[in-house]
């Protein structure tokens, strides 16, 4: 029962800092042009800063196999989440439709995600993380913007490539490959910037959750579908499939299912006002999930956790 245990605590302290995202909204602290600069802080500047710290390590060809499986792990979460959105999620409004497919695909596993995988797996965790996360940016630019819009647009397929995330991927990665570490005076400075990822991304959560309006996600009822995908199905599935896997390295197992079994990504709404649409009922989607995943996320993650551990 470790696993499960271990991984409640965490998802516990990472909804206590959302608290204080949470009370900052409730008392004016914070508002909403202050939390968006906050946001785009941790996702320009922390992120990548937190991905090329974690490849600060020497070139491993096993590590290199564990980067193999975390891609195709990836790819196949993604993919099977899109094939079962469009098989089991209906609404008979169209743009709400969208939404709720996007938010089955797309899982928050940057802000829920890379916390997550670094309380319980170290920086190793958000090595193998950050694979998923460079599967995510890729589909989100290309069959997100089409699943929102209804089709493609000229600018999704640049900014596929064009984003913080893998920036700091390409950053990183040469370091990795040539076993190159950074001086200790440059390390230093990014891995402090790096570790402020976890207390702002939970701020960034609350602040948006004292705000929700939890009763617009259930005025359709594929939200219940979608997030039973979201947060069950999906991340079951692919544990089940990893379970019968053999050779492939523990953390790289854990590291996968951590952000399927992540909540809806806020993606979902930022899109949709992005492209034109309202985003009142994807704002109260991600908050649904957000507060659905507390029970969740400790279950799915704990059991995959106690599971791969009896297994090489």
């Not at 499960?4 to 206590?16: D, E, G, P, Y």
């Not at 829920?112 to 670094?118: N, S, T």
């Not at 076993?179 to 891995?191: G, N």
Request: include cysteine; charged fraction near 10%; aromatic fraction near 12%.
């Amino acid at each position: 029962m470790d696993g499960f245990f271990i991984t409640a605590r965490q998802t516990v302290i990472l909804f206590m800092l959302m608290a204080f995202g949470f009370g900052a909204g409730k008392a004016r602290i914070l508002d909403a042009p202050s939390v968006k600069r906050l946001a785009d802080f941790v996702l320009v500047i922390v992120t990548p800063c937190l991905i090329v710290t974690s490849f600060q390590r020497p070139f491993d060809s096993a590590v290199m196999t564990g980067v193999v499986w975390s891609f195709a792990a990836a790819v196949f979460t993604h993919v099977a989440s899109i094939a079962l959105s469009h098989l089991v999620v209906r609404d008979r409004d169209a743009a709400r439709e969208r939404a709720l497919r996007f938010a089955t695909v797309f899982s928050n596993a940057g802000f829920m995600g890379f916390p997550l995988e670094y309380a319980l797996l170290g920086p190793e965790g958000v090595f193998y993380g950050s694979v998923y996360v460079v599967v995510f940016h890729l589909l989100c630019w290309t069959y997100g913007v089409w699943e929102i819009k209804g089709g493609f647009g000229d600018e999704s397929v640049l900014k596929a490539f064009i984003n913080p995330g893998l920036v700091g991927i390409a950053v990183g990665l040469p370091f990795f490959l040539l076993s190159i570490k950074l001086p200790q005076i440059i390390a230093e400075p990014v891995k402090t910037i790096g570790d402020l990822n976890t207390s702002l991304s939970m701020v960034v959560l609350g602040f948006h959750l004292a705000g929700a309006r939890f009763a617009a996600a259930f005025s359709s009822p594929g939200t219940y579908a979608a997030l039973a995908l979201r947060h069950i199905v999906v991340p079951a599935v692919l544990t089940a499939i990893l379970f019968f896997l053999p050779g492939v390295n523990e953390t790289v197992r854990l590291a996968a299912v951590i952000p399927a079994a992540a909540p809806v990504g806020a993606s979902v709404a930022m899109f949709a006002v992005r492209y034109g649409g309202d985003g009142e009922f994807p704002a109260a989607l991600v908050a649904v999930s957000t507060v659905f995943s507390i029970a969740t996320m400790p279950v799915v993650v704990g059991v995959a956790k106690m599971l791969f551990g009896g297994v090489s």
